[in-house]
């Protein structure tokens, strides 16, 4: 039996999935996106967030100071189990009161039941009051 393909609008579904997460500030919520051992590289020097419990703990880390999120994304491609995204963001910095813009692309793989085993990630930020 062959695995079900990987369509636009399950990239696009897990996309405002993973949105939902960071507006809602909700690492449960986002580990849950990911398969168990999924690597998500945020930065491409650094060691992946291993799995889905580093990456409930980086959530949890990362998303505690911000305010007002607001995610958008637009699925580039979809090729065999990959999605390639470009996705920007926004949110007000609690502990300082700077809003902060992010651009970036994702790769991303999937599963055969639709989480994302592995997530890549490139962004640019700018900061201003």
């Known amino acids: 039996m ?10 696009e579904a897990w996309l405002a999935r993973y949105g ?9 919520l986002a580990a849950a996106l990911f398969t168990e051992s999924a690597p998500y590289h945020e930065m491409p020097f ?14 949890a880390q ?22 390639v995204a470009h996705w920007s963001a926004s949110f007000n910095v609690a502990s300082s009161g700077a ?3 992010l651009d970036g692309a994702f790769v991303l793989s999937f599963d055969d039941s639709g989480l994302c085993s ?3 990630e490139w962004w640019h930020v700018r900061t201003g009051p």
């Open 20 to 28: 939902e997460a960071w507006e809602q500030r909700d690492p449960q």
């Open 46 to 59: 650094d060691a992946p967030k291993a799995g889905r419990a580093g990456i409930r703990e980086y959530w």
């Open 99 to 101: 809003r902060v813009e």
């Open 118 to 120: 592995a997530l890549r």
């Open 62 to 83: 990362v998303t505690a100071d911000h305010r007002n999120v607001r995610f958008d994304s637009q699925v580039l491609a979809v090729d065999g189990r990959t999605g």
């Open 2 to 11: 062959s695995a079900r393909p990987l369509t636009k609008a399950a990239v």
